[in-house]
């Protein structure tokens, strides 16, 4: 079966640190990535994609993720994280074909001021 | 912007109570999806829709049914709730027949709690 692996379930780093959140994920066929975010309170919300191309997508506030095809892994990554970015955060795998999305774990992180 | 609107934010029931819970979606969306999430498992499938009176099977259906008689609407039934149903419920839609641009459409979730 498909998994998808968040190997960090919690992280708290102070503002401006960099952040790195690892996904990993266990499908070996052709795969679109996916990740989310849920800030305290609010309803899950794609912070962004990869289909195809330049293996490093860019999102919204600031985020990139990197699709490393050999490493089945998309890491999420921005340079300087600030207090607004307290959420967690959620990788999703789907199949090239079929309706469906599997999530990891989620990664909790806390960023303090 | 897409609205995904669930009926219940916090619901408190006791075993073996039937429980619904209802999901709208305001943007014409083929495909409709219930989620439960739980602290380090994240989310996990139970059914979804793409389609009126159509679902299918996700990861984890057992004890649970669903219901989409109008497109709009995507109900999730707990014919006989359990403690270990204990729950964040989310609804998701997206439109397309596939799941185009992968993007879903979340609610803001509904807390069941079985005592």
């Known amino acids: 079966a498909q998994s998808v692996s968040q190997h960090n379930h919690h992280v708290i780093l102070s503002e401006a640190a960099s952040l790195e959140l690892g996904c990993n994920y266990s499908?070996?066929?052709?795969?679109?990535l996916f990740w989310y975010v849920q800030y305290p309170g609010q309803h899950l919300q794609l912070l962004l994609k990869y289909f195809s191309g330049d293996p490093l997508v860019k999102g919204i506030k600031g985020f990139e993720a990197e699709f490393i095809k050999s490493k089945f892994s998309f890491n999420l990554r921005k340079p300087s994280v600030q207090w607004s970015d307290t959420a967690e955060y959620f990788c999703a795998v789907k199949r090239n074909a079929g309706n469906m999305l599997t999530f990891g774990g989620g990664t909790r992180l806390m960023v303090k001021p | 912007d897409v609205k995904v609107t669930q009926s219940s934010r916090y619901l408190v029931k006791r075993t073996g109570e039937k429980v619904f819970l209802e999901c709208v979606q305001d943007?014409?969306?083929?495909?409709m999806f219930w989620y439960r999430q739980d602290p380090g498992l994240g989310l996990r499938l139970i059914y979804f829709?793409?389609?009126?009176?159509?679902?299918e099977k996700g990861d984890i259906p057992e004890g649970y049914s669903v219901s989409r008689e109008k497109k709009e609407r995507f109900s999730l039934i707990l014919e006989s709730a359990s403690t270990n149903q204990t729950s964040m419920y989310l609804c998701?839609?997206?439109?397309?027949?596939?799941?185009?641009?992968?993007?879903?459409?979340f609610g803001e979730g509904s807390r069941l709690t079985v005592l």
């Open positions: 829709s793409y389609d009126v009176k159509m679902k």
């Open positions: 499908y070996g066929g052709t795969v679109n």
């Open positions: 943007m014409d969306h083929e495909n």
């Open positions: 998701a839609s997206t439109p397309g027949g596939e799941l185009k641009g992968g993007e879903l459409f």
